[in-house]
């Protein structure tokens, strides 16, 4: 069995891991990470409304299926030539974005005129998809650290008409700088990205357990100042786009176990792993969930939704 994953080109490392986090599925799952992933959008409501987006796309033979938690997402079928070519793409009536990171923000909900926070902004697609939920209105401070992608996340937000959005050149350790509370808070988190091998195969080699615990203290200390800055009754969504426990569920049951905080229930995706390497967990870990390229179609994908109680 393991052979396979081997076969794959995953280092022994994570193949063992991976082998006995699922068994069999492991194989399955590595697989399914060899295929490109379905190429997705999202239609810009600040733009222009679903109905009239998407018929002008057909009218020109694209054919696209819904992102069941998404309502404004779509993923394609049927691609005549590039969409990234057409003027709706051109224009900001669409953005490209992979299914599972339009969850993020749906889950967040966050509304017209609240105070907002994106921690690890860049791109922008996660941002960009706040801002439109909030119907421009209200607040997002956005915070990322490569100049270069936070440029890319400029002209991103530009092009989709986002009105209502502070980019902040800076890692997002210093959001208490600001002295503001928020309502809500998105912590994509920065991560090995073992979920995404699709289009990053290198990781299923040059990753090591130091880049997962290098990975973990920064997330554990990113959700601690997120914590520290979210109103009572606030919500904090975490993701990340790895598959290991480590940056997962463990990151998960630390926040539990060291904060006023309760998870609330998501819709879409697995449960989390409750008794990952034979280490018990709280059964309140099942209410995060996870996406699974086998199953969903998507990138290895992570995600929690946070209470703040006090």
């Known amino acids: 069995m393991l052979e396979k994953l081997f076969s794959l080109g995953y280092s022994k490392t994570f193949a063992e891991r991976y082998y006995q986090l699922w068994g069999e599925r492991a194989i399955r799952i590595a697989e399914a990470m060899e295929k490109p992933l379905p190429r997705c959008f999202r239609v810009n409501t600040l733009k222009g409304t679903i109905s009239e987006i998407t018929k002008r796309l057909m009218k020109k033979g694209f054919q696209f299926t819904r992102v069941p938690w998404a309502r404004e997402g779509f993923c394609l079928t049927r691609e005549p030539f590039s969409i990234t070519s057409t003027p709706e793409y051109l224009t900001g009536l669409i953005y490209i974005q992979e299914a599972s990171s339009m969850y993020p923000p749906v889950a967040l909900d966050p509304k017209p005129g609240e105070i907002v926070a994106d921690m690890a902004a860049a791109p922008g697609g996660k941002t960009s998809y706040m801002a439109q939920l909030m119907e421009n209105k209200g607040l997002i401070f956005a915070f990322d650290v490569d100049e ?48 995404t091998i699709h289009k990053n195969p290198e990781r299923k080699y040059n990753r090591t357990l130091e880049d997962i615990k290098f990975c973990q203290g920064l997330q554990m200390k990113m ?20 598959l290991e426990p480590e940056e997962n569920e463990f990151v998960i049951q630390w926040a539990l176990d060291n904060f006023d905080i309760e998870l609330l229930p998501l819709k879409y995706g697995e449960p989390a792993l409750v008794n990952p390497f034979g280490i018990e967990l709280s059964p309140e870990i099942k209410k995060a969930r996870r996406f699974y390229p086998d199953t969903h179609k998507t990138s290895g994908f992570f995600i929690a939704k946070i209470r703040k109680r006090s």
């Open 223 to 242: 959700i601690e100042k997120a914590l520290e800055v979210l109103k009572p009754g606030g919500i904090l969504v975490y993701s990340t786009c790895s």
């Open 148 to 195: 270069d992608r936070l440029k890319e996340t400029r002209l991103n937000l530009s092009r989709l008409g986002v009105l209502n959005t502070i980019l902040i050149h800076k890692s997002s350790l210093y959001i208490d700088e600001l002295n503001m509370v928020f309502d809500k808070i998105l912590l994509d988190a920065p991560c090995t990205g073992s979920g």
